[in-house]
């Protein structure tokens, strides 16, 4: 039963500035809501009841998002603006399942995830990358949290990318592969197109044992001068903690980069019922010519 979810939210945001100097990368908008709303969602959907944010300073809009806003509530009450108000009180997560936990620099994704290693009950717990937001028809976690029943160890969602993106990403060594499923004999971080060892790279959803922490407590840099998750990951392999990959059924968006930010607003517009008689138009009577 995974019952808790990590959303390491403490990263500097660089490739989205100026948006990210005051507005934290996991506020940034698509469509109408923002990124890190979105995976909590996904969470909320794959029955997590417990939500760990990894902070950092000038993170403060996240906790707020996700209180209650008394005095707008008593004005949207008031116009009676019930729709307005039953929104906003949807995003709130209870009392008391909430927990935000700060890092006091941004070391690395794998130091963020280490930060929550006294506040994780369980034998395993999910991870969200709010920036890789996830379209699909049952929620990315929800189809991990099912598969993940009939495994032990770490899983990983995993995606094909081209060639030369794979010094982007945590890159799987492949064992075998079994419907959905990507048994990993190694994995990678960020490993050159010429070296790397397949084109199968894990994108922003896990679901991690909570013996992660010991390998993350290394606090070994690894790619970039980073404490990196795929070495923990790494480690435990070689501890024989076997690592799966899994294949969801859904697009992913990487809206930590511009490009995979307005895709996600696009593919989400066009599927909004709201939005999409206006999306056409809106493309053809762009004032910018798309085409030399
Ligand atoms: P990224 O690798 O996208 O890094 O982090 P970043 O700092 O957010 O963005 P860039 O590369 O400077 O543009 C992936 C996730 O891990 C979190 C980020 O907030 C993001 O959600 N993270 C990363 C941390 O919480 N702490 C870290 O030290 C690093």
Redesign the pocket.
């Known amino acids: 039963m995974i019952k808790t979810a990590v959303?390491?939210?403490?990263?500097?945001?660089?490739?989205?500035?100026p948006a990210?100097k005051a507005i934290?990368?996991?506020m940034l908008v698509v469509v109408d809501k923002p990124l890190i709303q979105y995976a909590v969602e996904e969470a909320k959907a794959a029955g997590i009841e417990k939500f760990i944010f990894?902070?950092?300073q000038g993170k403060e809009a996240i906790e707020d998002h996700f209180d209650s806003h008394s005095g707008l509530e008593s004005i949207l009450q008031a116009r009676g603006k019930t729709d307005d108000l039953t929104k906003i009180r949807s995003i709130r997560i209870p009392e008391g399942q909430a927990l935000f936990i700060r890092?006091h620099?941004?070391?690395?994704?794998g130091?963020?995830v280490w930060c929550a290693r006294h506040y994780i009950q369980e034998d395993a717990f999910a991870l969200l990358?709010?920036?890789d937001l996830i379209q699909a028809t049952t929620p990315c976690l929800k189809q991990m949290v099912q598969a993940y029943s009939e495994e032990d160890g770490n899983m990983a969602a995993v995606i094909d990318v081209p060639k030369n993106e794979v010094n982007r990403y945590g890159v799987l060594n492949i064992l075998t592969q079994f419907g959905l499923k990507v048994c990993a004999k190694a994995v990678v971080e960020k490993p050159d197109a010429a070296t790397a060892p397949s084109s199968t790279a894990i994108i922003?959803r896990y679901i991690l044992r909570t013996s992660i922490f010991e390998p993350l407590g290394f606090k070994k840099q690894g790619a970039g001068g980073?404490?990196q998750l795929t070495d923990g990951l790494q480690t435990m392999l070689g501890a024989n903690v076997p690592l799966t990959g899994f294949r969801f059924n859904g697009d992913r968006y990487d809206c930590?980069?511009k490009v995979g930010w307005l895709q996600a607003n696009l593919a989400l517009a066009a599927a909004d019922p709201e939005l999409r008689p206006y999306l056409e138009s809106v493309m053809t009577t762009l004032k910018v010519p798309l085409a030399g």
């Open positions: 959303f390491p939210v403490a990263g500097l945001g660089s490739r989205f500035l990210t934290p990368k996991e990894i902070t950092s890092q620099e941004p070391l690395g994704l130091h963020a990358l709010a920036d922003g980073e404490i930590g980069t």
